[in-house]
Structures are given as structure tokens and as C-alpha cells.
């Protein structure tokens, strides 16, 4: 496999693991957890989201042709907490997935060296892919984070448990040697 095809292969099964651990922490919450903010200069959970998809909106919409920062994205407007439920909060995350993964699925190998502009500035289409890859996880890891306090009872782990590393280790030595996307494993043991 060429390693530009190997490198979006691994994007999008990273994205897709960052999307589900997003999902699995608001699965765990009761709808009402979504829109807590503890002051004013918190977000909560619902205006993340809002802004994770304005972002992606915006800088997957016609990305090889037009900036990512388009003139009808109201980015201000992404901060301000008007979703008024579960259901319109799971429609916005989604519909921000499914632009930008619509516009991975439709990149080939030999586009990832092409220039594209957010607000003026180039960038290739691999360093834009990377800049998300630091951008959507952080705001995911926030989302887990806060999830993680707002629930009142006890949190089904994301990752490996506390005190659980020694076993998770274990099992993993115990298999063969193999190249695979630290994903696999993950995206499946989540489902």
C-alpha cells in the first residue's frame, strides 16, 4: 500500500475512534447533562459539539476549491448554548461527521499534496487533515472529560480502567506481532 493511501487509511479510522468516544460519553448522560455550562466562560457539551460541527462545516464544505473559513460560517454563533435537546445536539455532531468524512472518503492518495486555503492561509490537504486531527480530539477530550464529571454514577470507561493497565498489557503480549491501526482493537472493543 502506498503510504499516502496508508496515511488515509489511518486518518479515518482515527477519526471514526475519536467520533465514537465523543458518542459513548453522551450515551452515558442523562439528555439535561448536555447543556451544563459551570459559568460563563464554559461551554457546555451541546455548544462544543455546535462548534466542533460549525468547524467542520465550514472546512469540509467544497474544501479543494473554495477556504475553509466561509463567509456564511457565524463561528460567535457556535458558542452560544440555543439547542434545546438530546436529539437536535446528536443531529448537529452528525451532520458535521458526516460532511467531513463524506469529503475524506472522496479524497484520493494523489490530492493529499494539493493547496487548500482556511482564512488565506495554504496549506496542504495533509497538513489541513492534521490540523483537525489535533483540533476535533482536543474538543472530544474535553467532552469526555466534562462527561465524566457530570455523571452521577458510575462511568464506564473509554480507555483502559484504573488499576487495569497490568491485565490490558497482558493481553496484548499475548498475541503475535501484527501492523494494525491501534484503532481496531479499540473501535471494536467500544461498539
Do not use: C
Not at 450515551?27 to 460563563?40: G, I, K, R
Not at 488565506?120 to 490537504?125: F, I
Not at 473509554?158 to 503475535?176: D, Q, R, T, V
Amino acid at each position: 500500500m502506498e503510504a499516502n493511501e496508508s496515511y488515509l487509511e489511518s486518518v479515518k479510522k482515527q477519526f471514526l475512534y475519536y467520533k465514537m468516544l465523543g458518542e459513548k460519553s453522551i450515551d452515558q448522560l442523562e439528555p439535561e447533562q448536555l447543556f451544563v455550562a459551570l459559568n460563563e466562560d464554559t461551554n457546555s457539551i451541546a455548544t462544543i459539539i455546535k462548534h466542533i460541527s460549525g468547524n467542520m462545516l465550514s472546512r469540509w464544505t467544497d474544501f479543494l476549491t473554495s477556504d475553509g473559513e466561509k463567509e456564511w460560517r457565524n463561528r460567535d454563533a457556535e458558542f452560544e448554548n440555543d439547542l434545546q435537546s438530546k436529539e437536535e445536539v446528536l443531529e448537529i455532531w452528525n451532520k458535521g461527521w458526516n460532511v467531513f468524512f463524506e469529503a475524506l472518503n472522496n479524497l484520493s492518495p494523489e490530492q493529499l499534496s494539493d493547496i487548500i486555503y482556511i482564512r488565506n492561509e495554504g496549506h496542504t490537504v495533509i497538513e489541513a487533515i492534521n490540523r483537525q486531527l489535533a483540533h476535533y480530539p482536543y474538543h472530544i477530550g474535553q467532552i469526555v472529560f466534562y462527561a465524566k464529571q457530570l455523571k452521577n454514577s458510575s462511568w464506564d470507561s473509554l480507555s483502559i480502567p484504573k488499576n487495569k493497565s497490568g491485565n490490558y498489557n497482558a493481553e496484548k503480549f499475548a498475541k503475535e506481532k501484527e501492523i494494525k491501526n491501534f484503532t481496531d482493537d479499540e473501535l471494536n472493543r467500544l461498539k
